[in-house]
C-alpha cells in the first residue's frame, strides 16, 4: 500500500492544468459499448478508475488502445455479457454497463458495484429506469441477471431523486430504445451534459441538456466519432482550496467558467476571492481570508445539493480550508452521511471543530494544525487530509493514497510542481 510523506507548512504557489473530468470519463467509456464502431475519448484522466473501467471493457471483448491523454475504444464484437465480483467492486461506476450490455445482447450479470465508503448509494432509479424501458430483473443474488430480448421501449420517467449515474444510465439506455422517452427530474451537473453531447455526436436525440427534463428520440444504432472529456472541476476546485488553505496563490489552466459560479459563492464565503477566466482560475491574492457572515453576523451554513447547488465532491477540501481562515461556519452535508467522518481525523490533527451528527460538522478557524499518521478513507476526504497534511507543522504520513490515486491523476508530481514537499512510499 503506497503512502505519502508530506513536509507541511510550505504554501502551494504556481500554475496547474486540470485533468479531464473523472465523472465524465467513466459513464462515456461505458457509452462505448453501444456502438459497433470505434470512439476515441480524449483528455482521458490518468487515474485508476480509468484504468478498471478499461480492464472491464476489455473483459467484455472491446478492444483498446491507449495514446498519450486519449484511448480509442472498439467494441465491435462483445464476447461476453457478464462481469465478476472482483470487476465490480473495484469501482461504482461499473452499474453503468448495464445498459449498453442489455443494448447489445440482451442479457446482463453484474455483481454490485463497489466504490466509496461515504453512505447509502442507492441503485433503486437505476433498477426503476431499466425496467420502465422494458427490462427484466431476473435475478439479484449474489448477481444482478437482467434481460431485454427485445430491446428497449421508450417511456414517461420520474425519478424520486436527481441521481447523476442514474440519468447517465437510463439516458444511454433511451438514446437506443423504440420511441420517445422523457426523464423528469433528471441530473444536469457538468458531467452529465458531457455524456449527453457525446451521444448526439454519435447520432443520438436529446433535448433539454442542461435542465431537469430530458427528452429522447431513440434512434436504432449509434456511429462512432471523436470526443472530448471536459476539465475536472471538482480536481480544480480541491487544488484552489489546497492552494488557499496553505497560504499560496496557484493558477488551475483548463477549466469552464460557467462549472464555477457556484462554487465561486463559497469560495467567497470563506473569505478566498477567485480570479475566473474563459478557461483558467487563480486565486486572488488581496483574498480577506476570513468568514463572511450572514445578515446580522449570524453563523453562516455551506450545504451541498443537485447541480447548479454546491457539489457535495467539493466538501472535504473546502472543510480543510475553512480550519485555515478566520471565523466559524457550518458544514450541512445532505447528500452522504459517511462523508464527514474524515473530520475526526483533522480534530486530531488540531483543527477547531464539532461535529454534531453525521451531517453537520461547525469549523472554527484558523487553527494551527500539526502532523499526523493518516489513513484516506474515499477520495474527496483522501485529498482534504493531504491538504491537512499540507497545512501542519511537522512531517505527516499519509498512507492508503491508492484511494486518492482512484479520482486524481500524479498526485505527487502535481504537488510537487506547486512546491509542495512530498514523497511516495511505496
Known amino acids: 500500500m503506497s503512502k505519502l510523506i508530506i513536509e507541511g507548512g510550505t504554501a502551494l504557489n504556481g500554475s496547474i492544468k486540470v485533468s479531464g473530468n473523472k465523472n465524465a470519463a467513466l459513464p462515456m467509456i461505458a457509452a462505448c459499448l453501444l456502438t ?17 473501467m478499461l480492464e472491464a471493457l476489455q473483459s467484455l471483448g472491446a478492444s483498446i488502445e491507449r495514446h498519450a491523454d486519449s484511448v480509442t475504444i472498439h467494441a465491435k464484437d462483445l464476447s461476453k455479457s457478464s462481469l465478476d465480483h472482483e470487476t465490480c467492486s473495484k469501482i461504482r461506476t461499473s452499474i453503468l ?7 447489445r445482447t440482451g ?4 455483481h454490485p458495484p463497489g466504490g466509496d465508503v461515504i453512505g447509502r448509494r442507492r441503485l433503486d432509479t437505476h433498477f426503476y429506469g431499466l425496467e420502465k424501458l422494458g427490462a427484466k430483473l431476473t435475478d439479484s443474488f449474489p448477481a444482478f441477471v437482467f434481460e431485454a430480448k427485445d430491446g428497449f421501449s421508450g417511456s414517461d420517467l420520474f425519478f424520486d431523486q436527481a441521481s447523476v449515474t442514474a440519468t447517465e444510465h437510463i439516458l444511454m439506455a433511451a438514446v437506443v430504445a423504440k420511441g420517445k422517452t422523457w426523464i423528469r427530474n433528471a441530473a444536469s451537473e457538468p458531467h452529465v451534459q458531457n455524456l449527453a453531447e457525446m451521444l448526439i ?3 443520438a436525440r436529446i433535448k433539454g441538456l442542461g435542465t431537469n427534463c430530458l427528452e429522447i428520440d431513440g434512434v436504432s444504432s449509434l456511429d462512432g466519432g471523436d470526443i472530448h472529456i471536459g476539465g475536472d472541476y471538482i480536481e480544480a476546485a480541491s487544488f484552489l482550496a489546497l492552494g488557499a488553505a496553505t497560504g499560496g496563490e496557484i493558477t488551475v489552466t483548463g477549466t469552464n467558467k460557467s462549472d464555477f459560479w457556484m462554487a465561486r459563492r463559497v469560495f467567497e464565503r470563506l473569505g478566498i476571492l477567485l480570479n475566473m477566466e474563459h478557461s483558467q482560475i487563480s486565486i486572488d491574492p488581496n483574498s480577506p481570508r476570513k468568514i463572511q457572515a450572514d445578515f446580522g453576523g449570524a453563523i453562516p451554513v455551506i450545504d451541498d445539493g443537485p447541480w447548479p447547488q454546491f457539489p457535495s465532491d467539493m466538501m472535504s ?5 475553512a480550519s485555515q481562515v478566520e471565523g466559524t461556519v457550518l458544514f450541512f452535508e445532505k447528500m452522504f452521511e459517511s462523508r464527514l467522518y474524515f473530520v475526526d481525523r483533522l480534530i486530531s490533527m488540531g483543527a477547531n471543530a464539532i461535529v454534531c451528527d453525521p451531517h453537520r460538522v461547525v469549523i472554527s478557524g484558523p487553527a494551527k ?4 499518521t493518516l489513513s484516506s478513507p474515499d477520495i474527496r476526504a483522501g485529498m482534504a487530509l493531504l491538504g491537512g497534511a499540507l497545512c ?15 479520482g486524481y491523476a500524479n498526485i ?7 512546491g509542495a514537499r512530498v514523497q511516495r512510499v511505496n
Open 392 to 406: 501542519a507543522s511537522g512531517t505527516s504520513t499519509v498512507k492508503n493514497i491508492q484511494m486518492i490515486d482512484r
Open 36 to 52: 459497433d464502431k470505434a470512439i476515441t475519448l480524449h483528455n482521458l484522466p490518468d487515474i485508476l478508475d480509468v484504468k478498471h
Open 412 to 418: 505527487e508530481s502535481r504537488l510537487l510542481q506547486l
Open 97 to 103: 454497463l448495464v445498459a449498453p450490455i442489455l443494448y
Open 201 to 203: 455526436n454519435m447520432g
Open 317 to 321: 477540501c473546502m472543510i480543510v480550508l
Open 369 to 372: 494544525l500539526r502532523a499526523n
Open 107 to 110: 442479457k446482463v450479470e453484474l
